[in-house]
């Protein structure tokens, strides 16, 4: 069965950082891509960032130069470092995986997701 559990999300004033952590289990990150969306009420849900099983990355143009997603097989466990973030970076971070070996942004669809994780940028 495949599960997550995030954590790491909290309240960050602008300009500050923040890292979150997604432990999957049920399935391995060596095969599979793993990565994370936001959503908040009422707007679309937005894909941020994913890992494919051979380690490559992709990213949101919202995000780029700010985050940066990264794994760690042996925990099974991904991490998205978040910096310079912004108001608008508010939202609730979901971690997901398509059970594919590869991603994109566009075509990285999260079949498979966890509770999420309340992210809030403000002064």
């Known amino acids: 069965q495949v599960q997550f559990v995030e954590s790491g999300g909290g309240l960050v004033q602008p300009g500050g950082s923040l890292r979150l952590s997604c432990v999957a289990s049920?399935?391995?990150?060596?095969?599979?891509?793993i990565g994370w969306f936001r959503q908040a009420p009422g707007k679309e849900r937005e894909g941020v960032a994913c890992?494919?099983?051979?380690?490559?990355?992709a990213y949101a143009d919202s995000v780029k130069g700010r985050f940066t997603l990264s794994r760690d097989n042996a925990k099974n466990t991904v991490y998205l470092q978040m910096n310079s973030l912004k108001p608008e970076d508010t939202d609730v971070y979901y971690c997901?995986?398509?059970?594919?070996?590869?991603?994109?942004?566009?075509?990285?669809?999260?079949?498979?997701w966890g509770q999420g994780t309340q992210l809030t940028v403000s002064s």
């Open positions: 049920g399935f391995s990150l060596g095969y599979y891509n």
């Open positions: 890992i494919s099983s051979d380690g490559r990355t």
């Open positions: 997901a995986t398509d059970l594919n070996p590869s991603c994109t942004i566009a075509t990285f669809k999260g079949a498979y």
